[in-house]
């Protein structure tokens, strides 16, 4: 991954467990960023490529808070309250598809995307709720 797509808090594959991103170092180390995340108690730095985006799926939607409002044989829309409507397009056109917004269509492939998204539109970090 590249660094440059990262913020605090960011959600991502390292090795085989989901970790957060709690720290960057932008200053060049054999040409790889550093950044440092959160294992347990520990924070461990690391080269930004070792790190690898999770597929948004409707899982981790789920996770986020979101909730399936409507589903047909070519759409499923999730609703955050006091944020918005995700879509996720069934077709092989994929053109409906993303964070619905102002009638437009913002494609998050990744949930370090959407958490970038969202924070950006409303200041706040979109977390994984507890159950």
């Known amino acids: 991954m590249k660094v440059q797509e990262l913020r605090l808090h960011n959600l991502l594959q390292y090795e085989d467990n989901v970790v957060p991103v709690v720290g960057l170092n932008l200053e060049k180390d054999n040409d790889h960023s ?3 995340i959160q294992q347990g108690n520990t924070r461990i730095p690391i080269h930004s490529q070792q790190l690898k985006p999770i597929r948004l799926t409707s899982e981790w939607l789920s996770k986020f808070g ?3 409002s409507y589903r047909s044989d070519s759409r499923i829309r999730y609703d955050l309250p006091n944020f918005g ?7 092989k056109d994929k053109i409906l598809e993303g964070f619905l917004y102002f009638g437009n269509y913002i494609r998050c492939h990744y949930i370090h995307q959407l958490q970038n998204l969202h924070f950006v539109l409303t200041g706040k970090e979109l977390k994984v709720e507890s159950n």
Do not use: A, I, P, R
């Open 34 to 36: 550093l950044v440092q």
């Open 66 to 68: 979101f909730v399936e």
């Open 85 to 91: 409507k995700y879509d996720f397009d069934l077709s």
